[in-house]
């Protein structure tokens, strides 16, 4: 069950999860009923962004990768206050939308965590289906947070 995240009330595997479009999958925001939204089945949260995968795609440029990753952050600060909005209002698509950016822009940057955040919460609009979505942006900004932290702290 570790391989598991919640759709509504089906649960879709770390396969699908690759086969739908978060590349690189390793561990997933998972929710079950006795772990709601914890990052993996053990527990273990390790770093928020794999670095040596980041600094690779980005020819080693720790300078670069970190003005980047900064905007990035700065962005997602932006765009939480605008799901919490699309979520008070019942916009399932804006909330799709934005959390398809903060997916795309996070994956890119090797945040997976976050990114995997953002695909459950993009999968749940897309289906509709946003009567958990308080409960999965409240996990996205903890990954949001934990990158900022780390961000600040290790880079």
């Not at 600060?77 to 399932?92: E, K, V, W």
């Not at 509709?128 to 949001?144: D, K, N, S």
Request: charged letters at 35%.
């Amino acid at each position: 069950m570790d391989d598991l995240v919640a759709k509504d009330e089906r649960m879709v595997t770390r396969d699908t999860l690759k086969d739908e479009g978060v590349p690189g999958v390793k561990a997933v925001c998972c929710e079950t009923p006795d772990r709601p939204f914890s990052t993996s089945a053990d527990g273990e949260e390790g770093d928020p962004i794999d670095l040596e995968q980041a600094l690779s795609e980005f020819d080693g440029d720790r300078d670069f990768l970190q003005g980047l990753l900064r905007a990035f952050l700065e962005n997602v600060g932006r765009q939480i206050p605008a799901l919490r909005r699309a979520i008070g209002t019942a916009d399932a698509q804006e909330v799709r939308s934005l959390a398809h950016a903060i997916k795309g822009g996070a994956g890119n940057l090797g945040a997976q965590r976050l990114a995997e955040c953002a695909w459950a919460m993009e999968r749940m609009a897309g289906e509709g289906g946003l009567a958990r979505a308080h409960e999965a942006l409240e996990r996205l900004e903890a990954q949001h947070e934990r990158l900022k932290r780390y961000v600040s702290e290790r880079l």
